[in-house]
């Protein structure tokens, strides 16, 4: 996995005034504009974008971005 991948969550802390944390449905928006939804935990959400990232490799001059 490229370990210059990561995952800004700014958004997502404008809109809820907190990190993110706990279970749900998390999107992500990968560089090039593709949505990545994964349900379940935060912390296996953001490894499985990093990971699905990385194997679409996406260079690293974009973050990936949390959306919900």
Not at 41 to 57: C, I, P, Q, V
């Amino acid at each position: 996995m490229n370990s210059n991948l990561f995952v800004s969550t700014i958004a997502y802390e404008q809109r809820h005034g907190r990190k993110p944390r706990g279970y749900g449905l998390w999107y992500f928006r990968m560089p090039g504009g593709l949505t990545f939804s994964y349900p379940g935990g935060y912390h296996a959400a953001a490894r499985a974008a990093s990971a699905f990232a990385s194997r679409l490799h996406y260079g690293v001059d974009e973050p990936i971005r949390l959306y919900a």
